[in-house]
């Protein structure tokens, strides 16, 4: 599974953003999706995830309130929506996919990665 993760950009504090992903060619994209971020000097961390069928999520304390993830399967794509946002949430973002998981969880056994896309808040 190739994920492809779009929708990065520069944006002020206190703005939003929402980025999406989904899967090049004709991929379905089963399990659980989740969003990660990496921030120069500093490892990655995981952000939000959703379960297969949307019912579950989970949210690293950092973004609960501020951000959502959710999924349109029809689509074949998974969003984080960003709200509130603050400088220290600059990073790479990235979609990965755990294919064999049910519920939605940092810890789901993520198997595939996308690229990354940028997000830049100024201060």
């Known amino acids: 599974v190739q994920l492809q993760a779009s929708g990065g950009g520069l944006v002020q504090a206190g703005g939003s953003l929402s980025v999406s992903c989904a899967p090049s060619?004709?991929?379905?994209?089963?399990?659980?999706m989740g969003w990660f971020r990496q921030a120069p000097g500093r490892e990655r961390e995981f952000v939000a995830a959703?379960?297969?069928?949307?019912?579950?999520?989970d949210y690293t304390a950092s973004v609960k309130g501020r951000f959502t993830i959710s999924r349109d399967n029809a689509k074949n794509t998974v969003y984080l929506q960003m709200n509130s946002l603050k400088p220290e949430d600059t990073a790479v973002y990235y979609c990965?996919?755990?294919?064999?998981?049910?519920?939605?969880?940092?810890?789901?056994?993520?198997?595939?990665w996308g690229q990354g896309t940028q997000v830049t808040v100024s201060s």
């Open positions: 060619g004709r991929t379905f994209v089963s399990g659980v």
């Open positions: 990965a996919n755990a294919p064999k998981a049910i519920v939605a969880s940092r810890f789901a056994g993520y198997e595939y």
């Open positions: 959703i379960s297969r069928s949307g019912s579950t999520t």
